[in-house]
């Protein structure tokens, strides 16, 4: 660390310090909101409506729409206005999958585990066909299988990766990790790997080659290895959900266990057939995304055209009902508007909640929305409303319950997050650190100069065995940490919307350039 960043966190520590007593905490109002969120609580009824009962909501598929019509009315329900599923501009196609069978029927049947690649097609059918392993290191080498590979199931060699590991799946953040990213940045990182531009531009031909063969030539199906253990398939697209992407074949993500059986089999010499029955749709009537958002309007005469906004995306991955990833951070979003509006209570300012699509796809809905509303961060031309956000406050990273908050290098909010904080010691919540985080959508916010935050979280399983895979569902999210979670940012929210002075800013990013080459 050098002097420079040492003085800025020891400034940073004073700053809390001093500030802490300053800031006020409605204890009353607390003490409801706590009642409301720990005893009361409907979030785990919220979160089976966007699991179990809405499916997997995959960018631009009916399921995700049938979430967010879900949403807007049950908003509406608990009396918040403006509720309605707003655009944000064009997505492109959306897809699901309506049947998948896979089994291997020679040399004995076994149905294996394996999920159809996002917006991928089916096989037009059941198929039956022997599996075929495709060994080429270069596009030449694909020439020997030309006119070979019709109605075939082809898979490629590939490492194992499905040894067996003696780490717990979940954990909860000790107090020595919490005491350490409180100190201030993250220690620098190492050295970073050798970037060959050239083998990466090779590889990346090489794929499409390769894709594109395989496609001209009919193959019934891929089989490829899904990254995952023990019957857990983490998911990817394998094409683009652009209107003007090309066609792809069936490719099914397969279980590794699955997988390398297949592989074993085959490298043996012994004879491997599969009979396949996959049905996906594409849906391009409407290639708009969406939003969904609601208020709870401000009641005070000078403040209440501002806002405090919370969100978390809506949207999920194809393998499951996207329990951790995000039922869980909309659930509790939703539930804070609840809470909030159970206690009865009237804003100073006006509160917006938005539930994000495409979150997944790249952060699509937040960006286009900020860049709707609030400002352009290629330019930093910055629109009127970029000034009357306080502040907005994002959850999406997993079921487990806050354990305190990132102020994404906005040192001046930290004694105010610092004093709010402080009734909830006995629920674990106690770590304010100045370190950034991202990868979901407080980064568009904080992109154009609007305070964003992002909770700190107990990661539970969320990295080992639920995030964007086929066990990511309902079953997997923790109603006590959920609740625990929509209590802290019903809190926050109410502190955040009744404060004299809008949450602190630092100072605006410059303009991000258009990238500009290959």
């Known amino acids: 660390m050098n002097i420079k960043l040492l003085y800025s966190c020891l400034l940073v520590a004073g700053t809390i310090g001093t500030a802490y007593a300053q800031e006020t905490v409605d204890t009353a109002m607390v003490r409801k909101i706590r009642e409301e969120g720990l005893n009361h609580s409907k979030v785990m009824e919220t979160a089976f409506y966007l699991t179990d009962a809405s499916g997997p909501r995959i960018s631009g ?46 040399p004995y049947y076994h149905a294996i585990i394996a999920i159809p690649k996002a917006w991928t097609p089916g096989t037009n059918g059941p198929i039956k066909g022997d599996v075929i392993l495709i060994k080429a290191d270069t596009i030449t080498d694909l020439a020997k299988y030309k006119g070979t590979l019709q109605g075939k199931v082809v898979i490629f060699d590939t490492k194992p990766n499905v040894e ?22 993250a220690p620098a990182g190492g050295q970073r790997r050798a970037f060959d531009r050239n083998a990466l531009l090779k590889a990346r031909a090489f794929r499409t080659a390769v894709t594109q063969f395989l ?89 209440k055209d ?105 040192s001046l909010a930290g004694p105010i997050f610092k004093s709010w904080l402080e009734p909830f ?9 100045i370190r950034n985080t991202g990868s979901t959508d407080h980064v568009s916010f904080d992109a154009v100069g609007i305070p964003g935050f992002q909770f700190i979280q107990d990661a539970l399983d969320y990295g080992a065995r639920t995030h964007h895979s086929n066990q990511d569902t309902y079953d997997k999210l923790s109603e006590d940490d959920l609740k625990q979670a929509a209590t802290i940012v019903a809190s926050f929210v109410y502190n955040t919307s009744q404060r004299d002075e809008m949450i602190p800013r630092k100072e605006l990013p410059k303009p991000q350039p258009a990238r500009t080459g290959n």
């Open 164 to 185: 067996r590991s003696f780490k717990a799946d979940a954990v909860r953040t000790t107090d020595e990790e919490l005491d350490e990213m409180a100190k201030g940045p």
């Open 425 to 433: 010691k006995d629920l674990g919540a106690t770590t304010v650190t």
């Open 61 to 106: 598929s009916p399921e995700l729409k049938h979430a967010q019509e879900w949403a807007v009315n049950q908003l509406k329900s608990w009396g918040l206005v403006n509720a309605q599923r707003e655009p944000w501009g064009k997505f492109g196609k959306g897809w699901e999958i309506q049947k998948n069978y896979a089994a291997m029927t020679v």
């Open 215 to 303: 496609t001209d030539e009919h193959v019934g199906l891929i089989l490829t290895q899904a990254r995952g253990t023990d019957g857990t398939v983490f998911t990817t697209n394998g094409a683009s959900y652009a209107d003007t992407a090309k066609a792809v074949s069936p490719e099914l993500e397969t279980s590794g266990e699955d997988f390398q059986r297949i592989l074993r089999l085959v490298k043996a010499g012994i004879k491997v057939s599969m009979e396949a029955d996959i049905k996906t749709q594409f849906f391009t009537d409407d290639m708009q995304g969406y939003d969904v958002v609601a208020e709870i309007p401000g009641t005070d005469k000078k403040l």
């Open 306 to 410: 501002q806002l405090v906004m919370i969100g978390g995306h809506l949207d999920s991955w194809h393998g499951a009902t996207g329990g951790t990833d995000n039922a869980a951070g909309s659930a509790v979003m939703m539930e804070v508007m609840r809470i909030l509006k159970a206690v009865n209570f009237h804003p100073r300012r006006t509160i917006r909640i938005a539930l994000w699509s495409s979150e997944e796809q790249g952060l699509f809905g937040s960006r286009n929305y900020v860049l709707n509303h609030f400002g352009d961060p290629k330019t930093m031309e910055l629109k009127p409303d970029q000034a009357k956000v306080s502040a907005y406050y994002n959850l999406d990273n997993g079921s487990g319950k806050i354990r305190g908050i990132f102020l994404q290098g906005d």
